[in-house]
């Protein structure tokens, strides 16, 4: 039913090199995602927009790139001006199309864009 989703509430993160947390439970294939700038449901991708694939990717339980694109809504929840490269990387990558953040992460976006 993913082809029939009006809106779509996603996160957006960054990739398990950067967040100390998680790269100590990252796979060998994740760990092959150094280029990643950030990822949404799981589908990374690098700063200029550009998908990254992974080993896991096809055993996910998730919309595709290609589903997401076409949800006439899709809004990107982050808050960390860290996330700054990673929310402009997943517009770029149009799995995103709209933006729910706070005043910091706006501008550290502004920053690096201008």
């Known amino acids: 039913l993913w082809e029939r989703t009006d809106v779509a509430i996603v996160g957006i993160?960054?990739?398990?090199?950067?967040?100390?947390?998680?790269?100590?439970?990252?796979?060998?294939?994740?760990?092959?995602?150094?280029?990643?700038?950030?990822d949404v449901l799981r589908h990374y991708f690098d700063a200029e927009g550009t998908l990254i694939a992974w080993e896991g990717e096809s055993r996910m339980i998730a919309m595709s790139p290609a589903q997401l694109r076409a949800v006439p809504l899709v809004i990107g929840l982050a808050a960390s001006p860290e996330k700054a490269t990673a929310?402009?990387?997943?517009?770029?990558?149009?799995?995103?199309?709209?933006?729910?953040?706070?005043t910091k992460t706006a501008q550290a976006i502004l920053a690096a864009l201008a």
């Open 13 to 38: 993160g960054l990739p398990h090199a950067i967040n100390a947390p998680e790269a100590s439970a990252a796979t060998p294939s994740e760990q092959a995602l150094v280029h990643a700038a950030g």
């Open 87 to 102: 929310i402009i990387a997943a517009v770029r990558a149009g799995l995103i199309n709209t933006l729910v953040t706070d």
